[in-house]
């Protein structure tokens, strides 16, 4: 669809909270048919900076209605699109890129910001019909999974020298360390480029751990693996984005570590404490071409139901 006559972008601070709440109501239904995902507490996070007027980014309104909104975040030198949402009545390339390309100027016009990441479950246009004025994304594209909880196997065969133990905060350093070590060279931190440092890895933690934007957070469902010596050598944080369904966040081995079984029986333990606190199915992301992942999550059961592709302007 064309953008009609009427269709206008305006700045999000200037809409408030209740005339973006029909759209968000719409985005929270596809969030939950879809993905099995329930957007609300994010959804009320949203209202609430709208409401405050600190939500930064834009609507795009077709008369009395508010058909579409993106909002950014930044970070030292990087932006980041929280999420960009049309109506499926308004859906289109066009209208999507007439809020994809305002962000995207406003991103430019501050030139600390070096890059623009963005993942962005509900775009209905893929990276080719993006239209903006500066360089064109890296796409990657990636896959949302889901399996049912109810077939895990009973154990992993794992070398008697490696031991697993619960979450608890105690781990964060070390557990930052295990994933800047574990996605060097990897395609994720082109993806991310918090997993390209410790201090990065960190505050991604941070974010699992305070924030809903992966659920929440589920220190009981979160295990590390541990070696002889004591040290951390993989990690598996887990949420629940339903009250049915788990989510594992992040899972990651280092690559001394890597192929004998730490990452199923990782996954394997999470997988079972989300069943035991009453999930019955759940879901994570992935890079579609990090085939040696996928083919753990196969083993355990994980399908593809959606596709979407992670988005880097670096530099902007
Ligand atoms: C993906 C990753 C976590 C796997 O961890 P790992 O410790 O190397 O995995 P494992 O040794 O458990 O090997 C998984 C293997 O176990 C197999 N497996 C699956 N279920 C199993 C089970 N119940 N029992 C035994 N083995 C099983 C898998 O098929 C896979 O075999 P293959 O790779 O030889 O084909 C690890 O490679 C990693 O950290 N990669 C970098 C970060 C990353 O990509 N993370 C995932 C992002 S979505």
Redo the contacts with the bound molecule.
């Keep these: 669809m064309p953008p009609g006559p009427g269709a206008a972008v305006v700045e999000l601070p200037l809409i408030g909270g209740a005339e973006l709440a029909p759209l968000l109501e719409e985005e929270k239904a596809r969030w939950l048919r879809l993905l099995h995902w329930d957007f609300s507490p994010l959804a009320e996070l949203i209202l609430r900076y709208a409401a405050m007027g600190t939500l930064e980014g834009f609507a795009l309104k077709d008369g009395g209605t508010v058909a579409g909104y993106a909002y950014y975040v930044s970070e030292g030198g990087k932006g980041l699109l929280g999420d960009l949402y049309v109506l499926g009545a308004w859906r289109s390339p066009a209208h999507e890129n007439l809020l994809l390309n305002a962000v995207l100027d406003r991103l430019r016009s501050m030139p600390w910001l070096r890059r623009v990441e963005a993942q962005l479950m509900h775009l209905g246009m893929h990276s080719g019909q993006i239209a903006s004025a500066g360089r064109p994304p890296a796409a990657f594209p990636r896959q949302f999974m889901l399996a049912a909880l109810d077939a895990l ?1 009973a154990t ?2 794992v070398p008697g020298d490696l031991h697993f133990e619960r979450w608890s905060a105690y781990w964060t350093d070390a557990a930052a360390e295990v994933i800047a070590e ?2 060097e060279g ?1 395609v ?1 931190s082109e993806i991310n480029n918090q997993y390209q440092s410790v201090a990065g890895a960190r505050r991604f933690i941070e974010n699992i751990v305070r924030y809903p934007g992966c659920g929440y957070f589920a220190p009981d469902c979160t295990w590390v693996a541990l070696n002889r010596e004591g040290c951390v050598v ?1 990690v598996c944080f887990a949420s629940r984005i339903a009250p049915a369904t788990g989510h594992i966040a992040q ?3 280092v690559p001394a ?8 029986e990782l996954l ?1 333990r999470s997988l079972h404490s989300l069943r035991l606190s009453g999930a019955t199915e759940a879901s ?1 992301t ?1 890079t579609s071409s ?1 085939s ?2 996928i ?2 999550y196969e ?2 059961g994980f399908r593809a139901i959606h596709h979407f592709e992670a988005l880097v302007w670096d530099p902007l």
């Design positions: 196997p992993v065969p574990a996605y990897h994720d993989g899972i990651c081995v570590a890597q192929g004998c079984g730490a990452g199923a394997r994570l992935v990090n040696r992942a083919r753990l083993a355990f």
